[in-house]
């Protein structure tokens, strides 16, 4: 991004010539050239490299609203730093414990477009942000000012500042590389040593929600967090801020809730009940299945598979429920017979624990029928089963 371009877009002179773009729609994003000439047309004698940086906020913004919601509409964005972004519902949710925690003032070392920093300045937080991208800083500034927030941003090695002042020190290091994104903690930016540095402290770390168990330090609480199903991170809570071993965070429209390893004292595997439940991601990713087990009277089908059944319905933000309408067979021809004797033509295949791909299995039923099915092929005491359930 030229920065000097992006500095004049955020003058009188250009803001008219940004909002002009944003007017123009899905035009930017499905005909980057036709939206150019519309927006020459639009503000004659500008420079191009202007016009494109403005063109450029325009697209960022409409692909930011899934994150963002309707601040999107107000924020600056580079197209890696949206990418790597906080969820602004995640955000909220770690801003709100660091602000239960009693703390005033937070720095955050890497700190992107500032999406944090946003979350944190809303919940009334003296907030401080550095990164080594010149880019990025201008950006997590320029949002910060955009919705009238306080906070201080600057260019900066997170790894050779002084952080003691602050009351929390928060690190979302960069996971991604020239080649893409990175699994191992080896090409973390800021590197896992300074992580570990961090963890000996008052602070949280963000990390990808394949984050092994075994990497979290002792003493440090590791948190993962779904938004309306789908997991988003794993948050490392350390010092005074760790209130427990593991914990799943789930976000949903009903609120949010909170599950940990004090709420699960063990479930056994058992036969299978009039009831399926289906943990949520951050649940399985945090290990306490056997905690919903137990929330819900039930057990696990197999001890090596995350799924819970039960004699009872209960409804739970841990965990997607079905009732168990029968078995069915496992075997494929069998499967179709018995499909085709109940006039299934739409069928939802879920699965865990076996060999089976959902969308070349549903083709090759061929079912054509008029009515609609949920399955469930997994393994109940090592053994291939198929359910048929339906949602509740």
Request: proline residues 6%; contains cysteine.
């Amino acid at each position: 991004m030229d920065l000097d371009a992006f500095a004049w877009l955020l003058t009188d002179e250009g803001q008219p010539v940004l909002a002009a773009a944003v007017g123009l729609g899905a035009t930017v994003s499905d005909d980057p050239l036709a939206a150019h000439a519309a927006l020459r047309r639009t503000a004659p004698g500008i420079p191009p490299e202007r016009l494109a940086v403005a063109l450029s906020q325009a697209a960022l913004r409409r692909a930011a609203v899934p994150k963002f919601g309707d601040l999107a509409a107000r924020m600056y964005f580079t197209p890696e730093g949206l990418e790597q972004a906080t969820r602004l519902s995640v955000a909220t949710h770690r801003a709100a414990r660091v602000r239960a925690f009693d703390a005033r003032s937070v720095v955050d070392l890497g700190c992107g477009v500032g999406g944090d920093l946003v979350a944190l300045a809303t919940a009334g937080i003296t907030t401080a942000g550095v990164d080594l991208d010149p880019e990025r800083v201008a950006v997590a500034t320029a949002n910060l000012a955009a919705l009238g927030l306080g906070g201080a941003v600057q260019v900066a090695d997170a790894t050779t500042l002084d952080h003691s002042g602050f009351d929390v020190a928060f690190a979302d290091p960069a996971r991604r590389t020239a080649r893409g994104r990175v699994f191992s903690t080896d090409h973390w930016s800021p590197p896992w040593p300074f992580v570990e540095s961090l963890l000996a402290r008052d602070a949280c770390v963000k990390a990808a929600p394949g984050i092994p168990h075994a990497l979290v330090p002792d003493g440090v609480e590791a948190e993962w967090v779904s938004d309306h199903g789908e997991v988003k991170e794993a948050a490392l809570w350390a010092g005074r801020l760790a209130t427990c071993v593991r914990r799943a965070t789930v976000i949903g429209d009903g609120g949010l809730a909170t599950i940990t390893d004090e709420d699960d004292p063990g479930a056994p595997v058992r036969p299978v009940g009039g009831f399926l439940y289906e943990p949520d991601g951050a649940v399985v990713r945090a290990g306490l299945v056997t905690a919903v087990a137990a929330g819900v009277d039930g057990g696990l089908v197999d001890e090596h598979l995350a799924y819970v059944t039960s004699d009872a319905s209960f409804r739970t933000p841990f965990a997607r429920g079905y009732e168990v309408l029968e078995e069915l067979p496992y075997r494929e021809k069998a499967l179709r017979a018995a499909l085709r004797e109940r006039n299934v033509g739409r069928l939802t295949i879920k699965k865990r624990g076996v060999d089976v791909v959902p969308d070349q299995l549903r083709k090759r039923l061929a079912l054509s029928g008029d009515e609609e099915a949920v399955i469930v092929l997994t393994r109940v005491a090592g053994e291939g089963t198929c359910l048929l359930v339906r949602p509740f």
